[in-house]
């Protein structure tokens, strides 16, 4: 079973930085051509995109992270990464990463890293 790991959280002060990194405990087939996402979940809230990385590299964000975050992938490493900036208190929860191969039907989470920015 493919197991999801973020790395890289931790508590901030607004206005800092941090870089969340995502990879898996085996190879994920057709890693490639997997989309791939940052979600987050802050308490008493649902969950929610924050960006997304085609297989192309074409990446998309949430409008409350644009200029803010940027999201990257290396397939060579088959990690997935999110710069992120200008951190505010706002963006305090638990951040997931997703790795989704539609072709194969394949959908992995990992299990969350804290991001906690304090004012």
């Known amino acids: 079973q493919v197991q999801l790991m973020e790395s890289g959280g931790g508590l901030v002060q607004a206005g800092g930085s941090l870089r969340l990194s995502c990879s898996a405990s085996?190879?994920?087939?057709?890693?490639?051509?997997?989309?791939l996402g940052w979600y987050r979940q802050a308490p008493g809230k649902h969950r929610e995109s924050v960006a997304n990385?085609?297989?192309?590299?074409?990446?998309s964000y949430a409008d409350f992270v644009k200029g803010r975050f940027t999201i990257s992938r290396d397939n060579t490493k088959e990690t997935l990464y999110l710069q992120m900036n200008s951190l505010k208190p706002d963006d305090t929860a638990v951040y997931y990463c997703r790795v989704a191969v539609v072709a194969l039907v394949t959908d992995y989470w990992g299990q969350g890293t804290q991001v906690t920015v304090s004012s």
């Open positions: 990385i085609s297989s192309t590299s074409t990446p």
């Open positions: 085996e190879s994920i087939a057709r890693f490639r051509i997997a989309t």
